[in-house]
C-alpha cells in the first residue's frame, strides 16, 4: 500500500504556567509523533506556526512519492537546510555565518516564494540593485548555490537556478599593503609581544586567526618550519579554514630568532602553550589588540590605517615583487585552489619554498635594523 501524504496536525495546546504552545502531531511506523514548535509568543498565529512546522512535514514525508506535487518555500528549504545540512556538517562559526546571511538578507526576500518559482534573471536582478558590498553579495550569492544543491540532492528540485547567476566577485578596491619601511616604522612604535606578532604575520603570511592559534608544538626550531593546523575564530579552536591552509611553513633564521627571544620571556613557553597567550595562558583577542595597540601605533608611525589582513597582503605583494613564481605564491599563501603534486607531501618544504620566504623575511627585516641603527645613533 503506498503511503500518504502527511500534512500532520497542527493545535495549540493550552498550559497552566507560562503561555499557550502550538503542537505538531504526525504518525511514523503507525505511532503518534508529537514535538512542540513554538509558544504563542513567539508564533502570535496560525500562519506562523504552519511556516514553522513547513520543514518537518517536509521531512516527515520525503519518501512519500507525493511530496513533488506539493509546494514548499524557500523558507522552509532554508530550515531543513540548516537543520539537516549545516548542523551536521558544518562548524558552528560557518553555521552562525550561514544563519546571519539567510535572515538579514536571503529569507526577508525569498523566503515566501516557492522554491521552483525562483528564477535566474529575478535573483540576478535582486543582487545588482541590492544596497550592499560586492563581498557581502557574492557570499549572498554562494550560499543560495549551496542552498539550492541540497535541494537538487533531496530531488524537490530538478536544476539549480543558481547556477545561471552572474555576481561579479572582483574587488573594487585594491587591497592595501606595505612597503618595507612603512612595516618597520610601524614596528618601531609597538612593544611587545605585539611586535613580533606583527614581524610573524608579516614574515609568514599567517591569518590573524592562525597567528593567535600558533602553539610551541607547532614550531620546530631544528628543521625550521611552522605547522599552521588550527584557527581562532569568534572564541573557538578549531581546524584551519580549508585543507588547503593546513600546511608546513619554512621559518626563515632571522624570525626564528625572534620567536625564541620571545619565548624565553614569555611565561607560557611550553609545548602546549600558545605563542602569543595572553596573560590567563588564553588566546589572545585580535580585534582588540588591533584596536588597542596597532592602530594607534600605525598612525603614530605615519603608515595610515591597517587591518590584520594587511600583513598577508604585504607577505603576498612581496613575494610577487621579488620575482617569485606563481605556483610557489600559492603554496606559501596555502590558498583552496592549491592542486599541485606538493600535496602529496604534507610536511614537505621545498628550497623553492624556503628560499622565497627567507627572500620576504630579510627585507623586512632590512629595513627594521635600518630603523633600530638610526633610533641608536640619535640616542
Not at 248 to 255: A, I, K, Q, W
Request: some cysteine; proline content about 4%; aromatic content about 8%.
Amino acid at each position: 500500500m503506498q503511503a500518504r501524504y502527511q500534512y500532520g496536525n497542527l493545535t495549540l495546546r493550552k498550559r497552566k504556567k507560562g503561555p499557550d504552545v502550538w503542537q505538531f502531531r504526525w504518525m511514523e511506523n503507525r505511532k503518534l509523533k508529537s514535538v512542540l514548535i513554538g509558544t504563542i509568543e513567539k508564533l502570535p498565529t496560525e500562519a506562523d506556526a504552519q511556516r514553522a512546522v513547513e520543514h518537518l512535514r517536509i521531512a516527515i514525508n520525503a519518501q512519500v512519492p507525493q511530496q513533488q506535487f506539493h509546494s514548499v518555500t524557500v523558507g522552509a528549504l532554508i530550515d531543513r537546510f540548516m537543520e539537516e545540512h549545516a548542523k551536521r556538517r558544518c562548524r558552528r562559526n560557518t553555521w552562525k555565518n550561514y544563519l546571519s546571511l539567510f535572515n538579514k538578507h536571503i529569507r526577508p526576500r525569498w523566503g515566501g516564494q516557492l522554491i521552483q518559482n525562483i528564477k535566474p534573471m529575478a535573483i540576478e536582478g535582486w543582487l545588482e540593485s541590492y544596497p550592499h558590498s560586492r563581498q557581502v553579495k557574492v557570499h549572498i550569492r554562494t550560499l543560495m548555490h549551496i542552498l539550492y544543491q541540497a535541494a537538487v540532492r533531496w530531488e524537490m528540485v530538478d536544476r539549480n537556478p543558481v547556477d545561471l547567476v552572474r555576481q561579479s566577485a572582483k574587488r573594487l578596491k585594491k587591497p592595501r599593503a606595505l612597503m618595507p619601511a612603512q612595516v618597520a616604522a610601524l614596528l618601531g612604535r609597538l612593544t611587545e609581544p605585539y611586535r613580533t606578532m606583527v614581524i610573524t604575520a608579516a614574515c609568514l603570511g599567517l591569518r590573524v586567526s592562525e597567528l593567535v592559534a600558533l602553539k610551541w608544538a607547532d614550531v620546530d626550531f631544528q628543521s625550521l618550519t611552522v605547522k599552521v593546523v588550527r584557527s581562532f575564530v569568534r572564541g573557538e579552536i578549531n581546524p584551519t579554514k580549508t585543507e588547503a591552509s593546513e600546511s608546513t611553513l619554512p621559518l626563515d633564521g632571522g624570525l626564528a630568532d625572534a620567536l625564541l627571544v620571545h619565548r624565553a620571556k614569555s611565561a607560557c613557553n611550553s609545548d602546549s602553550d600558545f605563542v602569543f597567550a595572553g596573560e590567563s595562558g588564553k588566546v589572545r583577542w585580535p580585534d582588540a589588540i588591533l584596536a588597542d595597540y596597532l592602530k594607534p601605533a600605525a598612525v603614530k608611525a605615519g603608515v595610515g590605517n591597517i587591518g590584520w589582513h594587511t600583513f598577508r597582503h604585504t607577505y603576498s605583494t612581496l613575494l610577487h615583487s621579488l620575482g617569485t613564481t606563481p605556483a610557489v605564491q600559492k603554496e606559501l599563501l596555502r590558498h583552496a585552489d592549491i592542486r599541485t603534486t606538493m600535496n602529496v607531501y604534507t610536511q614537505a618544504v621545498s628550497e623553492e619554498k624556503r628560499a622565497a620566504a627567507s627572500k620576504v623575511a630579510k627585507t623586512l627585516y632590512e629595513f627594521v635594523l635600518a630603523g633600530q641603527s638610526e633610533v641608536t645613533a640619535s640616542s
